[in-house]
């Protein structure tokens, strides 16, 4: 681990100075300012020179939620922080974030971070390092649903240029905790608090853009997918990572059901304060391809062999057929 967090730290100073990308006033999309990767974690307020709204920029994130959108998402998010604390996520111990995904030192969540693991090893030689190589130079990344940043710290080790974006900025579980990374990655990359509808980015910036287990939060995959689209440069690619497929709807909103009715159960509440689609099928992936003109293409990573007997053991058990995790990219103007 110390190893390789050196030879990359040598990668990061090696790839020359990092270019600005320009974040977007929430309110009427005109530039606000230049994002650079920060050593320091700075606070301060932006006004958009063109309908004077403020853009916060608190410890380094910066905020491009406007007020009623910050509102809108309160309950969500108090509850989703809730259930992501009494999972154990996050630690008080940098290495616990240095380590990840490859390790879990907190031992909570080690079968997840293990799928993690295989997914961005999977992501790396499938899809990174073809695109890299293609473009000749490195990569600008949106890390869509970032959490505490861990995709986009194992990117910036690598030379890339990735910018985080989630809801969350806690500094445990949120965008906040990605200030571990700073003793590897200096400086750190860029932290944006927004929502997948509404990406403050001007088009055609980002070589790649990876849903990172988060494109099933969306309330409208056509929308989502179009900001997604929007964003990337024409040869560029998306990416969906670690959301839920399933073969047909009925399987698809049995485990919605059986999830809200387990967190009730659990916490007190159903955690369905917006109407997020929660997973995927080949269908609506057909559509949303059949929508912006994308053709998708998938890996499908060996999680190991308790994970390929789900589907068995539920069946002799009569169960519904569990979830597969794909990783599915599609290029934009290809």
């Given amino acids: ?31 606000v300012a230049e994002m650079f990767p ?37 309950k969500f998010i108090a509850e989703y922080e809730f259930i992501r604390a009494a999972e154990g996520r996050g630690s008080t111990h ?28 999977t992501i790396q030689q499938r899809i990174l390092a073809p695109l890299a190589e293609l473009k000749r130079r490195p990569l600008r990344i949106l890390d869509l649903g970032a959490g505490n940043g861990w995709m986009s710290y194992r990117l910036a080790l690598q030379g890339h240029s990735p910018i985080a974006v989630d809801l969350l900025v806690n500094d445990r579980d949120g965008l906040g905790a990605a200030i571990h990374y700073n003793t590897a990655v200096d400086p750190l990359f860029p932290r944006v608090q927004a929502e997948l509808d509404r990406l403050p980015f001007p ?14 939060y969306s309330v409208d995959y056509e929308r989502t997918l179009a900001e997604a689209v929007r964003c990337t440069c024409t040869g560029g690619s998306v990416v969906i990572a670690d959301t839920p497929l399933y073969a047909d709807e009925g399987s698809g909103r049995r485990m919605v059901e059986e999830k809200h009715e387990r967190f009730f159960k659990t ?68």
């Fill in 203 to 216: 088009s055609s910036v980002f070589d790649l853009l990876i849903f990172n287990a988060s494109f099933h």
């Fill in 94 to 121: 940098p290495e616990y974030y240095l380590s990840l995904p490859f390790k879990d030192i907190s031992g909570c969540n080690s079968e997840q971070w293990r799928i993690r693991a295989r997914t961005f090893r």
């Fill in 1 to 31: 681990m110390i190893a390789e967090q050196s030879d990359a730290i040598h990668k990061v100073e090696e790839r020359g100075p990092n270019q600005a990308v320009t974040l977007l006033c929430w309110q009427c999309g005109a530039s």
């Fill in 38 to 74: 920060e050593t320091r974690t700075c606070s301060g307020t932006w006004v958009c020179p063109s309908c004077t709204a403020t853009t916060q920029y608190r410890d380094g994130i910066w905020c491009a939620l406007s007020p009623a959108r910050i509102n809108h998402f309160r």
């Fill in 267 to 334: 916490y007190g509440f159903a955690s369905d304060s917006i109407a997020s689609l929660e997973y995927l099928t080949p269908a609506r992936l057909q559509r949303l391809g059949n929508a912006f003109n994308l053709e998708w293409s998938y890996n499908s990573p060996f999680y190991g062999i308790r994970w390929a007997l789900r589907p068995l053991r539920a069946k002799l058990a009569g169960h519904r057929p569990p979830s597969q995790f794909r990783i599915y990219e599609a290029r934009v103007g290809a």
